[in-house]
């Protein structure tokens, strides 16, 4: 079993930053990745970042170049910072991770397992 607890988010202007963060505990060494997701009201969840074990990541479209994935081991904490945020950028994010030796298809919300409780950040223009 992982829990997951997220940072509160918080409200912008355009341009802003925010950095959003996931405190993992439980069976922690036994995860494969780590994942940002977001959704909207009526939409599907959009994987936006996602950071292996070896620290090696990767990012949605929308939000490569302006957003940073990265992770504390010793902290057992993950992070989002998020630059130049945009009003399309509003939505509930929500961390993410899947025990296993590696991570399948890291875009899939139904692959992982373990979810925090989801945090709100708007971005207003």
């Known amino acids: 079993q992982v829990q997951l607890t997220q940072s509160e988010g918080g409200s912008v202007r355009t341009g802003g930053s925010l950095r959003l963060s996931c405190v993992a505990s439980g069976d922690t060494e036994s995860t494969a990745c780590m994942t940002w997701f977001r959704q909207t009201p009526g939409q599907e969840r959009e994987a936006i970042a996602t950071i292996d074990r070896a620290g090696s990541t990767a990012y949605g479209d929308s939000v490569k170049g302006r957003f940073t994935i990265s992770q504390d081991n010793a902290k057992n904490t993950l992070y989002l910072q998020m630059n130049n945020l945009k009003p399309e950028d509003t939505a509930m994010y929500s961390c993410?991770?899947?025990?296993?030796?590696?991570?399948?298809?890291?875009?899939?919300?139904?692959?992982?397992?373990?979810w925090g409780q989801g945090t709100q950040v708007t971005v207003s223009s």
């Open positions: 993410a991770t899947v025990v296993g030796p590696y991570c399948v298809a890291w875009g899939i919300a139904y692959n992982y397992q373990y």
